[in-house]
C-alpha cells in the first residue's frame, strides 16, 4: 500500500501516478471514505473524553445525590451513542481498508507513459537472431512432442494447461530448475523451499489480493490460495518482523510449482507451453534499504540476463510502460527470449521493485541505526527464470535439420547428454 501522508497530503500526486498506470481506482471515492472515516474518529473521541470526564465528576459526588444521579443519566446516554457509533466505525473501517487497498503502486519518474505492451521500451538486445530455416518450426507442431510433452493426458487428468513432462521432457524441466538453483546459490543468494499454498494475510500483503483473486486457484474449506509465484510465501516469510539494519540486504531464492487461472488468457497465443495454468519457476527476492533499491533492480536485471547468456539465447530488454506494468510494482523490467520456430519474443522474466508498497502491507522493517526509528525496507523480485518459455525457446532454437534438438554446453552435465532426440 502507498504512505498514507502521502494520500492525504499530495493527493493529486497519487492521481497522477493512477492515471500514469491508466488504473480504473477511483481516488474520489477513496478519500471521501478516509475523510468520513477521519471524521467518525474524532466524533467517537470526543465522546469518550466526555465519558472519562463525566466518570471523574462522579467519584467526586456522594453516591444517590441528585447531582450523581444525573452523571449516571448522562454517562448512560453517551456510552449508548459510543456503542452505536463503534459499530458504525467497524462498518466503516472495513470500506476504508478495501479502498485503501485497491489503490496501485506509484510508478517511478523513469517509468515510460503508454497503455500497454505496445508502449514498453526496448532498452537492449543480446544474441544474434539466427535466419529461419525450412526445419525450424514452432515447438508444438513438432511431430515427436508428444513423446516429452503430453497435452492430451494432462487435460485428462486435470484440464488445459496441466501439461505431463515425459522423459527427456521432465528432465530437461528437471535440469532448468537445477541449473537456475546452482547459479542462485553460486551468486550467494540462499536458497528456501516454500510452501506451496498461502494464506489471505500473505496474498493480501505482496498485493495479489484483492487485485488478482480471479486468477488464483482457492480451496473453499481452508481458504487458503496456490501461489501464483514464489514471491507470494517467500516475501511474507519476514512478514511482521523488524530488522536489524546490518541485516540488509537479504537475499533469497526459491523454486516452485507456479498456478495461475488467467481464464481467457488475456488473448494471447496460448497452444504449446506458451501459456499453462501450473508451471515451475526459480524466484529471487531482494529485502533493501530504501536508498538502494534502484541500484538494486539493475542487479537483479543483469543476474537474470547473465543466466540467458550463458544459455546462448538471444533476448530482450524491455522497460515497461505505466500501463502495462503490474499493480504492485513502481518499475519493472520484462526479458523476453527469441523463438525462432514461432519468430515471436516469449516473456521468461520480469524484474520488479516494489519500494515500500508490499512491506507496508506485510509489515517488514528495520530498525535505522542512526535514528533508531523503524523504517520499512524496500522489496524486490525478480524470476530466475520461469522454465516453460526458456524450454520452449531451447527445443525451437536448438531444432537441428535431422530433427534432434542441440542442448546448450551448460546443461550438457545435467542431462547426461548434449541433445534431444526423439524423431
Not at 145 to 163: E, N, S
Not at 166 to 188: H, I, M, P
Request: with cysteine; charged share 30%; proline share 4%.
Amino acid at each position: 500500500m502507498i504512505d498514507l501522508k502521502l494520500l492525504r497530503e499530495r493527493p493529486d500526486d497519487v492521481r497522477a501516478g493512477i492515471a500514469k498506470k491508466h488504473n480504473d481506482c477511483d481516488l474520489g471515492v477513496v478519500l471521501a471514505v478516509d475523510e468520513e472515516r477521519r471524521k467518525l474518529i474524532a466524533e467517537v473521541e470526543t465522546l469518550r473524553s466526555q465519558q472519562k470526564a463525566a466518570n471523574n465528576e462522579m467519584a467526586s459526588l456522594p453516591k444517590g445525590s441528585p447531582e450523581f444521579l444525573e452523571k449516571v443519566k448522562e454517562l448512560k446516554s453517551v456510552s449508548a451513542v459510543i456503542k452505536d457509533k463503534d459499530v458504525e466505525l467497524k462498518e466503516l473501517d472495513s470500506s476504508w481498508k478495501g479502498c485503501y487497498l485497491s489503490i496501485p503502486n506509484l510508478p517511478d519518474a523513469s517509468v515510460p507513459e503508454g497503455r500497454d505492451e505496445s508502449d514498453n521500451v526496448e532498452i537492449k538486445q543480446w544474441g544474434i537472431l539466427p535466419e529461419k530455416q525450412s526445419y525450424h518450426i514452432p515447438h508444438y507442431d513438432m511431430d515427436w512432442l508428444d513423446k516429452i510433452l503430453d497435452f492430451k493426458r494432462g487435460t485428462k487428468v486435470t484440464g488445459a494447461g496441466f501439461p505431463f513432462f515425459v522423459g527427456d521432457g521432465a528432465r530437461l524441466a528437471r535440469s532448468l530448475v537445477s541449473f537456475f538453483l546452482d547459479q542462485a546459490n553460486e551468486a550467494g543468494i540462499q536458497e528456501v523451499a516454500v510452501p506451496y499454498f498461502v494464506n489471505a494475510a500473505s496474498a493480501t500483503a505482496t498485493g495479489q489480493l484483492p487485485d488478482k483473486e480471479g486468477q488464483m486457484y482457492q480451496t473453499v474449506e481452508d481458504g487458503l490460495y496456490a501461489i501464483p509465484t514464489a514471491e507470494v510465501p517467500l516475501t511474507n516469510f519476514l512478514r511482521d518482523e523488524i530488522l536489524s539494519e546490518s541485516d540488509l540486504p537479504i537475499y533469497r531464492c526459491a523454486y516452485s510449482a507456479c498456478f495461475r487461472r488467467e481464464a481467457g488468457s488475456y488473448g494471447k497465443e496460448v497452444r504449446g507451453l506458451n501459456r499453462v495454468h501450473q508451471f515451475d519457476k526459480v524466484e529471487i527476492l531482494k529485502w533493501v534499504k530504501p536508498e538502494t533499491s534502484f541500484e538494486e533492480l539493475e542487479s537483479l536485471r543483469g543476474y537474470a540476463e547473465s543466466l540467458l547468456q550463458v544459455l546462448g539465447l538471444p533476448y530482450r530488454t524491455l522497460l515497461m510502460c505505466g500501463g502495462d506494468m503490474g499493480f504492485s510494482q513502481t518499475k519493472q523490467y520484462d526479458l523476453e527470449v527469441w523463438a525462432i520456430g514461432q519468430q515471436k519474443w516469449l516473456e521468461v522474466s520480469s524484474c520488479s521493485n516494489f519500494e515500500s508498497f508490499q512491506s507496508r502491507r506485510a509489515r517488514i522493517r528495520y530498525r535505522d541505526s542512526d535514528t533508531s526509528k523503524n523504517e520499512f525496507v524496500h522489496t524486490l523480485n525478480g524470476s530466475g527464470l520461469a522454465v516453460p518459455r526458456v524450454f520452449v525457446a531451447l527445443l525451437e532454437n536448438g531444432l537441428q535439420a535431422d530433427g534432434s534438438v542441440l542442448l546448450p554446453k551448460v546443461l550438457h552435465s545435467y542431462m547426461g547428454k548434449d541433445r534431444i532426440d526423439c524423431s
